[in-house]
Each structure stands twice: as C-alpha cells, then as structure tokens.
C-alpha cells in the first residue's frame, strides 16, 4: 500500500498567506486533522466540534478519555464564550496573552462533554504565533490543541502523515511545553512550570 501524505504546506511564520491558511481551515471543515505551529510545539488538532477527530487524536496520543486536550482560541473574547471568566481571570489572561500559557478555567455549555474533565474545566490557550491565531479566527471556532513531540514539519509528515489532512511548515521550533496555570476560584495554582514565566503566581 502506497504511503499517503498530507498537504504540506509552507506559511510565513511573520505574515501567513491567507489563502493557505484557508486550504487548511477546509481541511478542519471536513472533519480531517492538522498539525501546526503554536509558540511552544507543533500541535496535531481539528474543530473542537469534531468527536470523530477528537478520538482519532486520543487513539494517536494512547492518552485515557479522563485526560481532555486544550484547545486554542483567537482572543480573550472567544476564551469568555467557552469558558467562566471571572474579572481577576480576565485581567491575569489579559497581561500574559497571546503567550506560551495554559490557563485551566471552568468550561461553558458550548464546550463539548469529551473536551470536559470530570470537574467541568477546560484548558485554555491563546498562544503567541501569528499562523496559529490566523487560523482560529478564520476557521471561526477553536481547534484542539496537543503536541506533536516533533520539531519540523517534514518529521511530523512522517510519524503521522497517514492521519493528518495538511501540514504546516511554519520554520523550525523548539518544542518546550506551555506553563500550565488553575484560576479556578480565583486562586491561581500552578499545575506546570513551562516557557511561561509563573513567578507571579508563587
């Protein structure tokens, strides 16, 4: 069986092409999976609404259902239509992003059951990286979010060519993982020191 490759590619990472941020959003549109660029990894996702894509996902990762994926948003302002944000999460999220951050909040109706934990939180990211957020706010809804543990497109093809539907080549990254930050309750925790600077909240 011959081996099939997604759609790679290239995208500017300063100035990203519409029109090829367009070809991959309707790739998310038919329910198929990507893998692109944020400012903390390459990340493999799909619409938030796809319950197929997101299993896929899970089978590729080997991660248990009680361990939901983040997914990405464009702004502050989609982040309040599928999470509770409180005034002092707002003004938190509003010095730290876009940036390499994770913030878990508790999640809104329009957040599907299979990206919930069993407490009703989601994680969050609105990350610092030009493709990423162009491609959220064309697409018009959040993409799931999860890293593909590869550094360059051309690696990513390889692992998981044969489940992805396009690939972006946004340059070289150096995968390190976002900070991870709780302000459930109003009481910033901590989960995972990453690339974001978490002083403030110790």
């Known amino acids: 069986m011959k081996k099939r490759y997604p759609l790679l590619l290239s995208i500017n990472p300063d100035n990203p092409q519409q029109r090829l941020i367009h070809r991959v959003c309707e790739v998310l549109e038919q329910g198929g999976l990507i893998a692109y660029p944020t400012d903390t990894f390459y990340g493999i996702g799909c619409d938030l609404y796809n319950k197929k894509g997101i299993q896929l996902i ?64 989601v994680g969050i990211r609105v990350p610092d990286n030009k493709i990423c957020l162009a491609l959220v706010r064309t697409f018009g809804r959040p993409i799931i979010s999860t890293s593909a543990k590869q550094s360059d497109a051309r690696a990513i093809q390889e692992v998981y060519g044969a489940y992805l539907g396009a690939v972006i080549d946004g340059g070289p990254l150096y995968p390190e993982p976002s900070s991870v930050v709780s302000l459930i309750g109003d009481k910033p925790e901590v989960i995972r020191a990453g690339k974001g600077d978490v002083s403030m909240f110790l």
Not at 89 to 104: Q, S
């Open 58 to 121: 899970y089978r590729l990762k080997n991660r248990p259902l009680k361990k939901p994926f983040s997914f990405i948003c464009d702004s502050l302002k989609e982040v309040s239509r599928y999470a509770k944000v409180s005034n002092f999460a707002y003004k938190t999220m509003k010095r730290l992003l876009p940036g390499p951050y994770t913030f878990i909040l508790e999640g809104t109706r329009l957040v599907p059951k299979i990206m919930l934990t069993k407490r009703k939180t």
